[in-house]
């Protein structure tokens, strides 16, 4: 049933009027005042306001600057009743977004003509914004599944097509081989070609790549120079040389670009499911481990894995035992990236970010310490020293006069899955201080879809504390909107990756305003990762971005230098004009 909000102080009209939309079906909520109308339109949400304009205390126009500025309520249908006809009283209240006008005395005829047409004007929006919604969402879930430069699959769909297989295997107890293949020195040639001809040679890489593969096989692009095949209906020894003999013979000859001649060098290793491994990720670590035998002088350009080749070098071995001893020593330290309001244009809160400063090794990328950390169950007590001494540095700026940050924590899928979360949270807030309301703890897709139930009910234990919960980088997994309706969460992080080609890719601009308009109009804070240009940043503000974090502000840095960033008062505006 559609409900219509009526706020008009003198109590005839407003009496007479509810009975006419209530004899007509109408569900009808009435407010005397312009305070009470606000109020109860943020509460009950009605599909349509009739609002009169002259009313003592909050006025029509204030009523419609009001409800516009909370995105809830924004895009209500908003008629207004008024006793004069003046041009200029019509033209401020369309200018404020205002859909109709209603003159007093009105008749019946005119009321719910008016009505009928902004509801079925209404309607005709909510098709179209959801018509574009699911033209978005297939848009996306391509563009997560596909390479954007060589339309290969990626690493996504890669992983989607091995489950289809694998119950077929299982079924019929065939072996499934994953090849994995690199091309020398393709990384270092974009990068001296430069871009757009190091993009024209990969596209080239990928043409001959697929006119090697047959139907129902995949071939993906799972780095820069290296593609990992998918083989369907190969299931012998024999048959994957022919295959492997076939795409060394295919990279035999060379590329020509312009002037330049271009010779690649194909490697290949080979996994077999079952025996070298019952996961993806683990077929395509030993597969790669057999690509780097081939590599070695005298070797077949073509290796099958075995055990020998997986064993760990020592200085894997040596670093795994030294991030255990790290975190006792203290090597490691956080640092902290600027989150800017859009709005105030002043910095708002912070990511946390470890990093580890190995007394010999100089700094260790996170890109390396956060996968081993993962893989052995170390980031666990690093997560929880990361959250412990981040709220205890948020405290310390609140204690040094600042003005209370909202500190933004990671936690890993280990770290979500670890039983008494919440426990955990609960006594660290206690011990450091730190109000729950000032913590926001951000999670990945990944991490929430492995069990959605569980999860739900995670995040809403957390949320009941007053904690906020934000999703991190959007848009890299599974991205579906009707989950991301069903979790409690605050804030949506737009991944980097769509950031940084914000304004030169075309479907990355489109999907990038689609994720906006979605968040916000599920209640969601926006929060942009990776500004690193004015023109990201204009974009962003000329779309009602909530927040940015990146270079373009300020990378991460240390406790000491953010406290002077605080004490300056650097925000948005002070930035550009110094640029």
Same mark, same amino acid.
């Given at each position: ?36 109308? *606000? ?23 204030? +009523? ?52 009928? +047409? ?13 018509? $574009?919604?699911?033209?978005? /969402? ?28 694998? #119950? ?41 790549? #697929?006119?090697? +593969? ?9 780095? =820069? ?56 990720? #683990? ?8 690509? /780097? ?26 670093? $795994? ?17 600027? !989150? ?68 933004? *924590? ?21 011990? =450091? ?59 949506? !992080? ?36 990776? *500004? $690193? ?47």
């Amino acid at each position: 049933m559609t409900k219509i909000l009526v706020i008009e102080d003198e109590r005839a009209i407003r009496s007479n009027l509810l009975k006419l939309l209530s004899a007509e079906g109408f569900e009808t909520i009435g407010a005397d005042s312009g305070y009470s109308g *606000v109020q109860l339109a943020q509460q009950e949400l009605p599909d349509l306001i009739i609002c009169d304009i002259l009313m003592p205390g909050l006025d029509g126009y204030g +009523v419609l600057k009001a409800l516009h500025q909370d995105s809830a309520t924004a895009t209500i249908p908003f008629i207004f009743l008024t006793a004069k006809a003046d041009r200029s009283d019509l033209r401020q209240g369309m200018s404020l977004g205002a859909d109709d006008y209603l003159t007093k005395p009105f008749s019946r005829a005119e009321v719910l003509e008016a009505i009928a +047409v902004r509801l079925q004007k209404q309607r005709l929006q909510t098709q179209r914004h959801t018509l $574009e919604l699911k033209k978005t /969402e297939a848009l996306m879930s391509y563009l997560i599944r596909y390479d954007r430069l060589t339309n290969l699959p990626n690493r996504f769909l890669l992983q989607e097509r091995f489950n289809e297989l694998l #119950t077929q295997v299982k079924a019929d107890s065939q072996r499934l081989p994953i090849l994995c293949l690199s091309l020398e020195p393709l990384n270092h040639l974009n990068n001296t070609l430069g871009p757009a001809n190091g993009d024209l040679l990969t596209q080239a890489v990928a043409e001959r790549l #697929t006119s090697c +593969v047959r139907k129902g096989d995949t071939i993906a692009q799972v780095g =820069t120079e290296q593609f990992a095949l998918l083989l369907a209906s190969i299931h012998e020894n024999e048959q994957v040389v022919k295959i492997a003999q076939t795409l060394l013979s295919a990279f035999s000859s060379p590329f020509h670009l312009g002037i330049h001649e271009i010779l690649l060098t194909a490697r290949i290793g080979i996994a077999w499911f079952g025996r070298d491994g019952r996961d993806l990720d #683990t077929l395509i670590k030993h597969a790669s481990a057999a690509m /780097e035998d081939a590599k070695q002088p005298g070797k077949t350009p073509y290796q099958f894995y075995i055990s020998s080749i997986g064993a760990k070098s020592q200085e894997a071995l040596l670093l $795994e035992q030294e991030m255990r001893q790290a975190l006792e020593r203290g090597e490691f330290q956080l640092y902290y990236q600027p !989150k800017v309001n859009l709005l105030t244009e002043q910095i708002e809160g912070a990511e946390a970010l470890a990093r580890w400063y190995h007394p010999k090794r100089g700094l260790v990328s996170p890109s390396e310490f956060i996968p081993l950390a993962e893989k052995t169950g170390l980031i666990v007590p690093l997560g929880e020293w990361v959250l412990k001494t981040a709220c205890i540095q948020a405290r310390a700026w609140q204690d040094a006069g600042f003005y209370p940050l909202r500190i933004a *924590v990671n936690l890993s899928g280990h770290q979500f899955s670890q039983p008494h979360l919440g426990s955990l949270v609960v006594d660290i807030l206690r011990e =450091t201080g730190l109000d729950p309301s000032y913590l926001e703890l951000e999670l990945t897709e990944s991490s929430l879809m492995q069990n959605p139930e569980a999860a739900i009910a995670t995040l809403q234990e957390l949320k009941a504390l007053g904690i906020r919960i934000s999703i991190d980088d959007f848009g890299t997994g599974y991205s579906s909107l009707s989950y991301l309706s069903q979790f409690p969460f605050d804030v949506l !992080k737009i991944d980097r990756s769509f950031v940084c080609q914000l304004t030169e890719d075309a479907k990355n601009t489109t999907i990038t305003t689609a994720i906006l308009q979605m968040a916000h109009g599920l209640n969601l804070k926006v929060v942009a990762e990776g *500004v $690193e240009t004015s023109n990201q940043l204009a974009f962003l503000q000329g779309h009602q971005c909530d927040e940015i974090q990146g270079y373009w502000f300020s990378p991460p840095v240390s406790a000491e230098i953010f406290s002077e960033l605080l004490s300056s008062g650097k925000g948005l505006s002070l930035l550009s004009n110094s640029g």
